[in-house]
């Protein structure tokens, strides 16, 4: 575990050395683009070929798609408590995100003319949810609960499957609960493929959404373009700034939930407070040996998390915007929250106080937890409502306001020495 002081001569270099992407390996980038293009000029026999060879899964045409009746008998398998608390994340991320509907409207612009926006749903997206070493029902909710909400009228699901071609029936029963029936057992860049080019058995999508590995993520980005994607969302990332009131017990177990997730991810700690970054590696060490994933975990402490010391506490400030965290707790007294909060602008979600853990914006809470990774927070934004619906402007002028426009438009037209521009104006006066 690497630990950087934030006023060493050399510590930018060595934050942006540990922040730095992976590159893609070119292996990858040719091996998906080999399966793409198979799926894309042999359709459904290249899915089933691909499938076999690298999940060692046997389907044909007519069991890549999982009947309706699997998806109730998944229902079936659930608890009582299991079911209320998928169906209450779903009441939580749905009035969320209610908030964020897009309006259409309408006005008048300087000329006297009728502008606005309109927005129309997607006709037709594609989910990703990944079902390897864990399957994450929560990106079911995070996903399919926005499509249902913004009208989409055609939402397809895929996800992969074990070798004898079941899913998880957690996975199953939270289609049913989210209302998506059109589900298939496609992983990786073979259900990148299907989406994009589409084939007998599988229509296309105009946009994809959902997390995957390094291998889902390079087909998304090789079929950009094509169709829509959500963003390339890679292996996790929390940073934690603490202060001397954070329980370093609180600390501890959050980076411990992080480094569960994947080998990869990316964890930083940033306090002026050498006692609680003392007191916290200790606490790490008793508390992880009683987790399952310890040797992902020792991977992450070993390889993927830093710890950075600063003479005050708004010193955090410019390292978080520089380093644009996918989640970000503030373990600090309640009257810096407003403050770090509002200085903070490039994370993808905030955890605000000691009792808000990430795992709240993993399962509970409402926000998305689809969020941008290795800097992308910079520019982009996590998944929301709007994501899932496309815009038109409208412009309409009449006889008075295109009169009104025509000073402006001549002059523009030349500037840019298109006479046609203007002609196509000045001809309806």
Request: glycine letters at 6%; a negative charge.
């Given at each position: 575990m690497l630990t950087l002081n934030s006023h060493s001569a050399d510590f930018q270099n060595q934050l942006d050395s540990f922040l730095a992407?992976?590159?893609?390996?070119?292996?990858?980038?040719?091996?998906?683009?080999?399966?793409?293009?198979?799926?894309?000029?042999?359709?459904?026999?290249?899915?089933?070929?691909?499938?076999?060879?690298?999940?060692?899964?046997?389907?044909?045409?007519?069991?890549?798609?999982?009947?309706?009746?699997?998806?109730?008998?998944?229902l079936g398998t659930l608890s009582p408590a299991q079911r209320t608390a998928i169906e209450a994340s779903i009441a939580s991320v749905r009035a969320f995100h209610e908030r964020g509907l897009p309006q259409n409207w309408r006005g008048t612009n300087l000329h006297g003319a009728t502008v606005?926006?309109?927005?129309?749903?997607?006709?037709?997206?594609?989910?990703?949810?990944?079902?390897?070493?864990?399957?994450?029902?929560?990106?079911?909710?995070?996903?399919?609960?926005?499509?249902?909400?913004?009208?989409?009228?055609?939402?397809?699901?895929?996800?992969?499957?074990?070798?004898?071609?079941?899913?998880?029936?957690?996975?199953?029963?939270?289609?049913a609960l989210t209302g998506i029936t059109e589900v298939y057992r496609l992983g990786g860049p073979m259900a990148v493929g299907a989406m994009a080019y589409g084939t007998r058995t599988v229509p296309a999508v105009v946009k994809i959404f959902g997390p995957g590995s390094?291998?889902?993520?390079?087909?998304?980005?090789?079929?950009?373009?094509?169709?829509?994607?959500?963003l390339l969302a890679g292996p996790s990332e929390v940073m934690i700034i603490a202060d001397s009131t954070a329980n370093?017990?609180?600390?501890?177990?959050?980076?411990?939930?992080?480094?569960?997730?994947?080998?990869?991810?990316?964890?930083?700690?940033?306090?002026?407070?050498?006692?609680?970054?003392?007191?916290?590696?200790?606490?790490?060490?008793?508390q992880k040996t009683t987790l399952k994933h310890r040797a992902v975990i020792d991977t992450v402490l070993a390889t993927g998390t830093l710890c950075i010391l600063t003479k005050q506490l708004t010193d955090s400030i410019a390292i978080a915007n520089h380093c644009a965290p996918e989640h970000l707790e503030l373990q600090v007294a309640e009257s810096a929250l407003d403050s770090l909060t509002q200085g903070i602008t490039t994370a993808g979600a905030i955890f605000e106080g000691h009792h808000t853990p990430t795992v709240l914006g993993d399962f509970a809470a409402g926000p998305n937890h689809t969020l941008p990774t290795a800097l992308a927070g910079r520019y982009l934004s996590g998944l929301r409502i709007v994501d899932f619906f496309r815009r038109s402007s409208t412009t309409r002028y009449?006889?008075?306001?295109?009169?009104?426009?025509?000073?402006?438009?001549?002059?523009?037209?030349?500037?840019?020495?298109?006479?046609?521009?203007?002609r196509s104006l000045t001809i309806r006066l």
């Amino acid at each position: 575990m690497l630990t950087l002081n934030s006023h060493s001569a050399d510590f930018q270099n060595q934050l942006d050395s540990f922040l730095a992407p992976s590159v893609t390996d070119s292996s990858v980038s040719k091996a998906v683009e080999t399966i793409l293009q198979d799926v894309r000029l042999r359709g459904d026999a290249a899915l089933i070929e691909h499938s076999e060879r690298i999940d060692k899964v046997r389907l044909t045409p007519e069991t890549l798609r999982v009947p309706k009746s699997e998806l109730e008998r998944a229902l079936g398998t659930l608890s009582p408590a299991q079911r209320t608390a998928i169906e209450a994340s779903i009441a939580s991320v749905r009035a969320f995100h209610e908030r964020g509907l897009p309006q259409n409207w309408r006005g008048t612009n300087l000329h006297g003319a009728t502008v606005g926006e309109r927005y129309y749903p997607l006709q037709r997206v594609g989910l990703y949810i990944p079902g390897g070493r864990v399957p994450l029902v929560s990106t079911v909710v995070m996903t399919a609960t926005l499509a249902k909400l913004a009208g989409v009228p055609s939402i397809a699901a895929f996800t992969p499957c074990a070798a004898d071609g079941t899913i998880n029936s957690s996975l199953l029963a939270a289609f049913a609960l989210t209302g998506i029936t059109e589900v298939y057992r496609l992983g990786g860049p073979m259900a990148v493929g299907a989406m994009a080019y589409g084939t007998r058995t599988v229509p296309a999508v105009v946009k994809i959404f959902g997390p995957g590995s390094a291998y889902l993520n390079e087909a998304k980005r090789q079929v950009f373009g094509t169709i829509g994607i959500d963003l390339l969302a890679g292996p996790s990332e929390v940073m934690i700034i603490a202060d001397s009131t954070a329980n370093p017990d609180f600390i501890a177990a959050d980076i411990l939930a992080q480094a569960e997730h994947d080998p990869r991810v990316r964890i930083i700690v940033i306090t002026p407070e050498k006692a609680i970054l003392d007191a916290t590696l200790s606490a790490i060490e008793l508390q992880k040996t009683t987790l399952k994933h310890r040797a992902v975990i020792d991977t992450v402490l070993a390889t993927g998390t830093l710890c950075i010391l600063t003479k005050q506490l708004t010193d955090s400030i410019a390292i978080a915007n520089h380093c644009a965290p996918e989640h970000l707790e503030l373990q600090v007294a309640e009257s810096a929250l407003d403050s770090l909060t509002q200085g903070i602008t490039t994370a993808g979600a905030i955890f605000e106080g000691h009792h808000t853990p990430t795992v709240l914006g993993d399962f509970a809470a409402g926000p998305n937890h689809t969020l941008p990774t290795a800097l992308a927070g910079r520019y982009l934004s996590g998944l929301r409502i709007v994501d899932f619906f496309r815009r038109s402007s409208t412009t309409r002028y009449d006889s008075s306001s295109v009169a009104n426009a025509a000073p402006t438009v001549a002059e523009f037209s030349n500037m840019e020495q298109l006479d046609a521009h203007g002609r196509s104006l000045t001809i309806r006066l």
